[in-house]
């Protein structure tokens, strides 16, 4: 029997199922907003904020994956839904990939975006250095880390002072509550036993120009995840800012064909 969840949650549109899971220091709205309403013309779209995140509290101690992954289906019951397809970004796909494994019986596909399976050594170090920044307290610093590191080289290389000097704004206004605590999971995640029992279609979206969870990442969770097909996009860690029309179209393209198929 499914759980009740405390998570706060935007559900919008009619149509089958879909999940959304964000990525570690986001939210539903900070990372699936531009495409929200492109979703929700053909899904159900649930989007719990984590704890920490949108209007969810902070969690009293450290984030565990499988609460949080039983959480995220306990929401989208609680919306009406018995079955869903999950869209994972970031962290969101560790989250999808082990709600997949714990709930079988409700997942149908998978989307998983700019996501990995584990840390590898160098991303391990972008962990550490991101925990520092964060508990420095330094919110212009950490703003400025963030953006260089998150977004793509093309998207800050064409931009006028202006610009940039919003985007740092808007990455020093948006930081949660819950940042620290959501990180520090992302330096605890280690999914890779999951993904040899997936049994869902899954689409793996390659962010090809990502720093932060490179394409060697995408491509160790595509590999080991039976009959998953790889796609490309060529956007940063940031693909909601980079390029969202691609990306909304890679997403909806794969699930409009699992579900003609069903």
């Known amino acids: 029997m499914t759980s009740t969840s405390p998570l706060a949650r935007i559900v919008r549109g009619t149509g089958p199922g879909l999940l959304l899971a964000h ?25 719990p904020d984590y704890p920490g995140s949108g209007r969810t509290p902070r969690a009293s101690g450290p984030l565990d994956l499988d609460t949080l992954a039983d959480q995220l289906v306990a929401t989208a019951v609680e ?9 994972g970004y970031s962290l969101g796909g560790p ?12 997942v149908t596909a998978l989307v998983l975006t700019a996501t990995f399976a584990h840390p590898s050594a160098r991303m ?3 962990v550490d250095d991101w925990l520092r920044h964060l508990r420095s307290g330094d919110q212009e610093a950490t703003a400025r880390w963030t953006a260089l590191i998150g977004a793509g080289a093309p998207f800050l290389d064409r931009m006028t002072p ?3 000097g919003t985007v740092i704004e808007g990455a020093r206004a948006s930081v949660p509550p819950g940042a620290i605590d959501q990180v520090e999971l992302v330096g605890r995640i280690d999914v890779r036993e ?26 160790q969770v595509a590999d080991a995840i039976p009959g998953a097909r790889l796609a490309e996009l060529a956007s940063g860690h940031l ?20 579900e003609a198929r069903s």
């Open 124 to 126: 391990r170090l972008l």
């Open 95 to 106: 989250v999808a990939l082990r709600a997949a494994t714990r709930h079988p019986e409700r």
């Open 79 to 87: 919306e009406g839904l018995d079955t869903f397809a999950i869209a």
């Open 23 to 47: 990525g570690g220091t986001g939210s539903i709205e900070g990372n699936y907003g531009p495409i929200l309403d492109g979703l929700a013309e053909r899904h159900r779209v649930v989007g």
């Open 162 to 164: 202006e610009e940039l």
């Open 194 to 219: 999951d993904l040899g029992r997936i049994r869902v279609p899954t689409l793996v979206i390659s962010t090809t120009l990502d720093a932060m969870a490179t394409p060697y990442h995408h491509r």
């Open 239 to 258: 693909p909601f800012a980079e390029a969202p029309a691609a990306w909304l179209g890679l997403i909806r393209t794969f699930l409009d064909a699992q």
